[in-house]
C-alpha cells in the first residue's frame, strides 16, 4: 500500500454551517495524493451528521471523534498529526476553506528541496457576511527563506502564518519539537510555526489560496477582551530570547512595543486581568527589562503622542 504524500487533517469543533464547503475544497484540489482524516471535539451542533457522509469517501481514511471536549484546537492538532501517514501535514481548519490549487503550489514549494520543511500561501481575511475585510501579503510570487531569519524577520511582533489552513509542513519533524504549543490558549499556533522552522528552510509564495474566517466564534475573540494575547505574546518573545533565536536588542524593542500597546489599552481590563497580563510582563522568569524601565518607557510614548495630538491642532 502506497503512503500519501500529504495528510489532511480537519479539526472540528460546531462548525457544521462551513463543513461542507470545507471538505469540498480539500477533496477538489488538483494535487490528489492525499489522505483526509476528520476530527471532531465532541461538538454540539449535527456537524457529526455532515462528517459521516464522507465515511465512505476513498480519500478520508479516518473520522475520529472525541467523547470529551479536548479545550484546546492545538491538543486536536496533535491528535491528528500522530495518526496521519503522510510525509507532509495540511491543517485544514473546519470553517476555512481554499482554492483548488493550494496543494499543488505548496507542494511544489516543498519538494523542490529538501531542507525546505515548512510551506504557505497568502490568506484573505473573511467575515461573517463573506466580505473580505483584510488579506496577508508577500513581496515575492515565491520566496525561500532560511528557519533562523524568517523567524527574526517575520515572527518576533507578529505571526506572518496567521492561518493554519495556509500552510502545508514536513511532517518527520513533528516527533523532535518542542510541545510547549500546547500550554498556550491562543498563541499556540505561532509557537508552534517557531518550533518547526528551525528544523528548515519556509518556502513562501505570494499566491492568496486561502480563505480564512474570522468570527465572533474563534479564540481570538476572548483573548484580546481578557488581554491573554498580551500575555502569550510576551511569553513568546521571553522565549525566543532565552533560547538565542533573536539577539537581546530586538527582544528589548519588541518588548517595549508590545508593553505600549498594553499600557494604552490597561485601563479596560478587569483587575484579575490586569493582574495576569503584568505578570507576563514584570515577573516572568528572566526578565530582562525592569518593571520599572516598561513603564517608563510607556508613559513617555503615550505622553508624545497626546502631545503631539495637541499641537496638530493648531
Not at 128 to 135: A, I, P
Not at 172 to 193: M, P
Not at 261 to 276: G, I, N, S, V, Y
Request: glycine share 4%.
Amino acid at each position: 500500500m502506497n503512503l500519501p504524500i500529504v495528510s489532511v487533517i480537519i479539526p472540528n469543533y460546531n462548525h457544521a454551517a462551513f463543513l461542507e464547503q470545507r471538505i469540498t475544497s480539500v477533496l477538489q484540489q488538483t494535487f490528489q495524493d492525499f489522505e483526509v482524516i476528520v476530527l471532531d471535539d465532541c461538538s454540539t451542533d449535527n456537524s457529526r451528521d455532515i462528517i459521516e457522509r464522507y465515511r465512505q469517501h476513498p480519500k478520508v481514511s479516518q473520522i475520529i471523534y472525541n467523547t470529551t471536549n479536548s479545550g484546546s484546537v492545538f491538543k486536536q492538532w496533535k491528535k491528528g498529526i500522530e495518526a496521519a501517514a503522510g510525509q507532509y501535514v495540511w491543517l485544514a481548519e473546519s470553517d476555512d476553506w481554499c482554492e483548488p490549487t493550494l496543494l499543488q503550489y505548496l507542494t511544489a514549494g516543498l519538494l523542490q528541496n529538501k531542507q525546505n520543511v515548512l510551506a504557505y500561501c497568502q490568506s484573505y481575511a473573511i467575515d461573517g457576511d463573506n466580505k473580505v475585510f483584510w488579506q496577508t501579503q508577500h513581496g515575492y510570487l515565491a520566496d525561500t527563506v532560511e528557519g533562523l531569519p524568517f523567524i527574526q524577520q517575520y515572527m518576533v511582533d507578529r505571526n506572518a502564518i496567521v492561518n493554519a489552513s495556509m500552510a502545508v509542513w514536513k511532517k518527520e519533524l513533528f516527533a523532535g519539537i518542542q510541545q510547549d504549543y500546547l500550554e498556550y490558549k491562543f498563541a499556540g499556533d505561532r509557537v508552534f510555526w517557531i518550533n518547526l522552522c528551525r528544523g528548515g528552510n519556509v518556502f513562501i509564495t505570494a499566491r492568496v489560496l486561502n480563505y480564512f474566517r474570522s468570527h465572533s466564534g474563534d479564540v481570538s475573540t476572548p483573548a484580546y477582551r481578557t488581554g491573554l494575547n498580551f500575555t502569550e505574546d510576551a511569553r513568546i518573545l521571553h522565549k525566543l530570547f532565552h533560547e538565542t533565536l533573536i539577539p537581546a536588542s530586538v527582544y528589548k524593542r519588541a518588548l517595549r512595543k508590545l508593553h505600549r500597546q498594553f499600557w494604552e489599552q490597561r485601563a479596560r481590563f478587569e483587575p484579575a486581568a490586569l493582574a495576569d497580563i503584568e505578570q507576563g510582563f514584570y515577573r516572568m522568569p528572566g526578565a530582562v527589562i525592569p518593571a520599572a524601565s516598561l513603564k517608563r518607557d510607556a508613559r513617555w510614548k503615550l505622553l508624545r503622542m497626546q502631545l503631539k495630538k495637541v499641537f496638530s491642532k493648531r
